[in-house]
């Protein structure tokens, strides 16, 4: 099992709420990822991040951001929640990128 | 275009039995293709590594398979139990990114009944 966490697990929230998925690694790694996964669908990577101070957009246009001022931590934030942001959201974190540790996830739903 | 596509979508079988999951793939250049299993719920978890110049890679229960000129991978599970019941997601590499560029497929649900 990788070392690697998201909080919160289950999120319900409403409309127009900001809001913050945290994700930490423990294993150094450089290279972390937000993955967007909806039902019976593949994973859409919509962040990553080479390193600290070093943020990308994925393929998946997504109104949210991210940030990486530690090397463990890449948190997500959505400044106002809508309906269509619900979804689950997979953090992962690599050394050589193709070999990619994944978080338990956070199911986010807005109401 | 890079592209995963998997079979069956979703899958049942009784408890003991034998399966096989499909992975057709046109990613290229070609690094790796890994297998993952996805509890629900959960984050995807890697089962099997295969890289271009292997055929075959055994887990336990788990046997993957792969055919890089066809660009064709298989996973076999043995005498399935009911904690298989899972997605199972085939995952290719690109060897040109060194972003680690990963191509998901949409799984295979398979549920195993007792």
């Known amino acids: 099992e990788a070392d690697i966490y998201q909080t919160p697990r289950y999120l319900v929230i409403g409309t127009g709420k900001k809001i913050t998925l945290e994700c930490s690694q423990t294993?150094?790694?450089?290279?972390m990822y937000w993955y967007q996964q909806d039902p019976g669908m593949e994973l859409h990577l919509i962040h990553y991040?080479?390193?600290?101070?070093?943020?990308e957009k994925g393929d998946l246009s997504s109104e949210s951001t991210v940030s990486r001022i530690r090397t463990e931590h890449f948190p997500l934030t959505l400044e106002s929640a809508r309906p269509s942001h619900t979804s689950q959201y997979l953090c992962?974190?690599?050394?050589?990128?193709?070999?990619?540790?994944f978080g338990p996830g956070t199911r986010l739903t807005v109401t | 275009k890079n592209q995963v596509e998997q079979s069956p979508q979703s899958l049942i079988i009784l408890e003991g039995k034998n399966c096989t999951l499909q992975c057709n793939y046109t990613v290229s250049p070609f690094s790796n293709l890994r297998w993952y299993k996805q509890d629900t719920g959960r984050g995807p978890v890697s089962l099997t590594i295969m890289t271009f110049s292997e055929n075959t890679k055994s887990n336990g229960r788990y046997t993957a398979t792969l055919d890089a000129d066809t660009k064709q991978s298989s996973l076999h599970i043995t005498a399935s139990q009911l904690s298989d019941s899972a997605s199972y997601i085939c995952?290719?590499?690109?060897?040109?990114?060194?972003?680690?560029?990963?191509?998901f497929g949409r799984g295979t649900q398979l549920t195993v009944w007792p």
């Open positions: 992962a974190s690599s050394t050589t990128g193709d070999e990619q540790y």
């Open positions: 294993m150094g790694h450089d290279k």
């Open positions: 991040s080479y390193g600290v101070n070093s943020t």
């Open positions: 995952v290719v590499s690109d060897r040109g990114s060194t972003l680690g560029r990963l191509y």
